[in-house]
Structure formats: C-alpha cells, structure tokens
C-alpha cells in the first residue's frame, strides 16, 4: 500500500513538474488523480486537434484533445463554452484538453474535480 501511495505521488509530480503536453501524460495526470481510464479509442472523425482520444470512467465519457500549443486549446474552449450545443465541461493544462461528460451529475463532478490543475 505505501509503495503505491509513493508510485502515485512521483506520478502527480511529474505530471505537475513537466507540465501536460502530450495524451500519455494527460493518462498519467488522470490516473495520479485517481481517474481509471478505460475503452481507449482514437476519434479519428474530429478536425480540431491533431491528437484525440475517448475514454470512459465508469459512466462518464472522458476525452482528451492535444492541441499544438496552449493558446489553441484555450481558444477552442473559449469559442465552445459560448455553444449552447456543448454540454461537455473542459479542463485546459497548456496544450491539453479534457473534456468530461455524461454520466450521473455526481460522478461527473468527481473527474471534473481530479482533472482540475
């Protein structure tokens, strides 16, 4: 038990320390945070940023985008917080996107609150 409690703190400190850049270090983040990603699928229908996977986490649909630089993903989460069509909740880390969605209110707030920087 204490050798994983120290194996998901060095995760979150590197995750922390490096910052997030790529999708693999967004699945580490997650999963210091405790988030277990499961059913990995690449979306390979968006046009918005050059890398996106799927996940769920029990009921709640996790993305993950990687955009080419931080201010791209901002501004794509700017633009899509103004879609009355977008329900998903985005968390922004540099280049990196989460988007959370579906899933009970409850349990959604739960990754919501993990993914948080």
């Known amino acids: 038990m204490l050798r994983m409690l120290f194996i998901v703190i060095a995760l979150s400190a590197i995750a922390c320390s490096k910052g997030l850049d790529t999708i693999e270090s967004a699945e580490a983040f997650a ?9 990995k699928t690449e979306d390979t229908k968006q046009a918005v940023a050059p890398r996106c996977f799927d996940y769920r986490s029990g009921e709640v649909y996790v993305g993950i985008l990687q955009f080419n ?8 989460k700017e633009v899509m917080d ?9 968390i922004v880390h540099g280049p990196i996107m989460f988007m959370v969605a579906e899933g009970s209110d409850s349990e959604r707030q739960k ?3 993990a993914l948080q920087p």
Do not use: F, I
């Not at 630089?69 to 794509?76: F, L, N, V």
């Open 31 to 39: 999963k210091s945070r405790g988030v277990v990603l499961a059913e």
């Open 69 to 76: 630089t931080a201010e791209a993903a901002k501004a794509y």
């Open 82 to 90: 103004q879609s009355p069509l977008s329900s998903e909740q985005k």
């Open 111 to 113: 990754v919501v609150a």
